[in-house]
């Protein structure tokens, strides 16, 4: 489990596909990155993903939350502490 919660910042789907996802060179991220803005994004196949337990691979949902390196999470972290 991540130690950040995952914010939908969409930072890791902007890295590169996990071995789910399809790279789209246009946006340059992942295919099946949902949501138009961070803090809103979501993966389109994470329900597919998540029925197959038994798949010896699985994303890191939430990971990028916990790289130093994501620098959307702070954004989002103060757009919503704005919006309280």
């Known amino acids: ?20 996802g399809k790279w789209d060179v246009e946006k340059n991220q992942c295919s099946f990155l949902g949501g138009d803005i961070p803090g809103e994004h979501f993966c389109e196949k994470y329900d597919e993903i998540m029925e197959n337990p038994s798949s010896w691979v699985s994303p890191a949902f939430g990971a990028g939350c916990c790289s130093s390196l994501n620098g959307d999470r702070q954004k989002v972290l103060l757009l919503r502490a704005a919006g309280d």
Do not use: A, I, N, T
């Open 1 to 20: 489990m991540s130690s950040s919660p995952c914010v939908r910042s969409g930072w890791c789907c902007k890295q590169g596909p996990c071995p789910f």
